[in-house]
């Protein structure tokens, strides 16, 4: 009888357990920002390599340089870049709470970048030089024009996939297809838009 009482006592906390875990998992959904604004997609690792690569190229050219990330995921852009150049500054801005601690416990012991969960769109983007992107085209637009009202010195925005509406690319880069494909922006700080060299 004791056994019977203890397997039933068993199966009722494992139970207990998965329905614990279920809330939990249905919780983060919920307050990750997959319900709200952007899931948190990482990018090809075609485009990956190839976006790190440029804005590396750019970094070993520049002193005192701020690299942020709205919706940084997991942190696999900033993270790499961080290690790489420890002399920037990196942050980056993720609302869901379970990329955002992976990434907090990545970088725990670097002394150039920090992580935030936070709305992208209350995030402070002023001090920013480079800015990447990867949100769902219906977004685009709405973080366009927070970056070109924020700017307060010329930004470099690399947008993964998809474009920025009524706004001229100083730079597509097709790896492909469409969905290998990012664009390079530059925002000036008198917000006009336009093609320059850097």
């Not at 990867?134 to 307060?152: D, G, N, P, R």
């Not at 947008?159 to 690319?169: A, G, K, L, T």
């Amino acid at each position: 009888m004791v056994l019977i009482y203890l397997l039933v006592l068993l199966q009722t906390l494992l139970m207990l357990v998965i329905f614990c875990v279920g809330i939990i998992t249905i919780y983060f959904a919920f307050n990750s920002g997959f319900m709200r604004n952007a899931p948190p997609v990482p990018s090809s690792g075609k485009v990956k390599r190839a976006m790190l690569k440029n804005v590396a190229q750019l970094l070993e050219k520049r002193k005192n340089q701020t690299v942020m990330d709205l919706g940084s995921g997991w942190g696999t852009l900033l993270l790499p870049l961080a290690q790489q150049f420890p002399q920037h500054k990196f942050i980056g801005i993720e609302y869901g709470w379970v990329p955002y601690l992976v990434s907090k416990f990545r970088a725990r012991k670097m002394r150039n970048i920090e992580f935030y969960r936070q709305n992208f769109f209350n995030a402070d983007i002023s001090k920013a030089d480079i800015i990447f992107l990867f949100l769902l085209s219906h977004l685009m637009k709405k973080i366009s024009t927070k970056c070109q009202t924020e700017a307060k010195k010329s930004i470099l925005l690399y947008v993964n996939r998809f474009p920025i509406p009524d706004m001229e690319p100083k730079k597509e880069c097709s790896l492909g297809s469409k969905y290998d494909t990012y664009y390079i922006y530059k925002v000036n700080k008198n917000l006009e838009n336009k093609k320059s060299d850097d």
